[in-house]
């Protein structure tokens, strides 16, 4: 069999990308070089020096290269190579998908900003990613009292123009009327493109274009436009204002911080336009066996990668040099048509720059870790306290959810070393299980997840919403599969109950109770215990995500279908309401009383039917049923 050594000898000199193997063919590693050979007998000659390469090259059994025309090619190889094997000695970067951004689509008649989670090439403008919706909807406020442009669907806007009065948010100077015709399209086109420079950071252009109109305008003597574009432009200056100056005004650059520990590594960014701090992000990396020179070339490779939405500056600060032979820098300068310098600053203002990244890294990366140490210490007091098997890192959270009767459904939502792991949360629709049933329903879900064990690991602990029933209920499931699997349930406890600890809930002081298998009492942990806090969270998570998919059920039936749905409402009864009632509007707002009065329909039934319309009320006013 050939060797590492021998294998490296005959490769290309050219430009390309290299994937070190594992014997089974698992891709350990993808990197680029200018010189393929050269890069591969630095690695298994042992003449790297970096910290990665003695546990890469014991690992590794085998080398495959790909020649690219040009280093610049091997670096967006790279990136897809990455993605596709996910190798565990590379940096992955995150996708975006968990973060908000601002879509405007100036090709609109009357465009307006709209919330979004992915960036399409649409022709659309897309501003973000914002780290948080509060992060967003402060921008948004901000933008609103400035320009303020529509924030109504389409469906609302219509509606509102068959009305011929706008709504409320004209009143409040937030939105000028398009829908009434109370502002023309060249005056709102003015507040798009406003709204456009102001969110890309390029505040002196919009203040510049601002004054040259309002000048213009005192000069034609329409006096009340001037004070307008006046106060829009103290406005901009206002909230520009808040922001930090960190340099020269116009600077337009990203600015990246490093810091680590171990194998936990952040990498924080400043976005600097202007010569001012409109945004910054953390990102964390967990495992990285790189040095920090790979670990950035890698990083902002798939930072900018095509398909992020993110706007390329003119200047990238890193805070190491890049082994990537400038090709980071000539495919940066290819996609934004202009020269984009990429550049590691020694000394001087720009260094100081670096610096206020890096101390905003080693800040993400100190909250992390001592995250990190909570979550493990919650996580040891689950196992002593539960007396569980495992320490419970995989945490599995189900839920049923009903409403009197209908649209039942389950949800299972997962939590990794204290951390929601969304893409594995699952939502259950009751196939088989009387829907009005939930001993049975939970018992359907439960079964359903233990057959795809052998697709979906079994987690090292499962966490259910409700008391002892609901316990024995998965413990039956998990004995007749076979299965042992720690199981624990939680709830509040009931009105007269009052032993055990209080926490505050919406409804007031309610104990919560912690129930394990086979025992009678439940366990009886302090209010502000981590793992206690852990449960509560895991349990509340996935009573959202169950009322959610609910939600979305019910959004897609009108009611007369969910009013089939309830126990001992047939056509004939149906049909004897909307008869007597006439709409099924007043069978909504009638009384026990009057839907009693019907014919065929008992005082059961009236108040089966008012109970699931009074939920359904009290749950959009968001009160208690």
């Known amino acids: 069999m050939t060797s590492l050594a021998e294998r490296a000898d005959g490769l290309p000199t050219g430009p390309g990308v290299y994937l070190f193997k594992s014997e089974r063919g698992a891709v350990l590693y993808v990197g680029k070089a200018q010189n393929l050979r050269s890069r591969v007998k630095q690695y298994v000659g042992g003449g790297d020096g970096r910290i990665r390469i003695p546990r890469l090259v014991e690992r590794a059994a085998d080398v495959d290269v790909v020649v690219t025309p040009s280093v610049k090619d091997a670096l967006l190889l790279e990136n897809e190579l990455i993605k596709r094997h996910k190798p565990p000695f590379n940096v992955r970067l995150r996708d975006d998908k968990q973060y908000l951004a601002l879509r405007l689509d100036p090709r609109e008649k009357w465009p307006r900003l709209r919330e979004v989670r992915k960036f399409a090439d649409d022709g659309a403008d897309y501003f973000g990613p914002y780290t948080s919706s509060v992060a967003m909807h402060e921008a948004l406020s901000n933008l609103r009292r400035i320009f303020p442009l529509r924030s109504c669907s389409e469906g609302t806007f219509k509606d509102y123009a068959r009305r011929g009065r706008p709504c409320i948010e004209y009143e409040m100077k937030r939105c000028l009327g398009p829908c009434c015709d109370r502002v023309d399209e060249a005056t709102y086109a003015d507040l798009v493109a406003g709204t456009a420079l102001f969110l890309r950071g390029r505040s002196d252009d919009l203040v510049n274009t601002l004054r040259e109109k309002m000048a213009r305008a005192a ?49 924080h960014v400043l976005h600097v336009r202007d010569g001012r701090v409109v945004g910054s992000q953390g990102h964390s990396l967990d495992g990285v066996a790189l040095d920090d020179g790979d670990v950035m070339s890698s990083f902002l490779g798939q930072y900018y990668a095509i398909g992020t939405g993110r706007q390329i500056p003119r200047e990238v600060l890193a805070p190491v040099a890049l082994d990537d032979d400038g090709a980071l820098e000539a495919w940066l300068g290819e996609r934004s048509e202009r020269r984009v310098a990429v550049r590691v600053p020694q000394r001087g203002s720009l260094r100081q720059m670096i610096d206020m990244a890096r101390q905003n890294a080693e800040l993400g990366l100190e909250r992390r870790i001592q995250a990190q140490e909570s979550i493990e210490s919650a996580l040891e007091e689950l196992r002593e306290k539960l007396r569980l098997t495992e320490l419970p890192r995989r945490i599995e959270g189900y839920d049923i959810s009903t409403l009197h009767g209908t649209l039942t459904t389950g949800s299972r939502v997962v939590f990794e070393s204290g951390v929601p792991s969304k893409a594995d949360y699952r939502r259950y629709r009751i196939r088989e299980a009387p829907p009005d049933d939930d001993y049975a329903c939970l018992r359907e879900v439960i079964t359903r997840r233990l057959a795809r064990r052998d697709r979906e690991p079994l987690p090292d602990l499962l966490l259910i919403d409700g008391g002892k029933g609901q316990l024995a209920v998965v413990s039956a499931a998990l004995a007749d599969a076979g299965l042992v699997v720690d199981a624990v349930s939680i709830a509040k406890e009931r009105d007269e109950e009052s032993a055990g600890p209080r926490v505050r809930r919406s409804g007031g002081l309610k104990a919560e109770r912690v129930f394990l298998p086979n025992r009678k009492d439940p366990v009886v942990l302090p209010p502000s215990a981590r793992g206690l806090l852990l449960l509560q969270r895991v349990r509340d998570e996935s009573h959202r995500f169950a009322i959610e998919f609910q939600r979305h059920l019910r959004s897609k039936q009108n009611f007369t279908s969910i009013l089939e749905e309830l126990p001992g409402i047939g056509p004939g009864k149906r049909r004897a309401l909307l008869a007597k009632l006439g709409s099924l509007r007043a069978v909504r707002e009638a009384s026990v009383e009057t839907l009693a009065s019907v014919p065929g329909v008992s005082e059961r039934d009236a108040r089966t039917i008012a109970d699931f319309f009074g939920a359904v009320a009290a749950e959009r006013e968001g009160r208690p049923a």
């Open 219 to 267: 000069e034609e003597e329409r006096f009340e436009e001037a004070a307008r574009l006046r106060d829009r432009i103290d406005a901009v200056e206002r909230t520009v204002e808040r922001q930090q100056i960190v340099g020269d005004r116009q600077a337009d650059r990203d600015v990246f911080g490093l810091a680590r520990s171990g194998s936990d590594v952040e990498v």
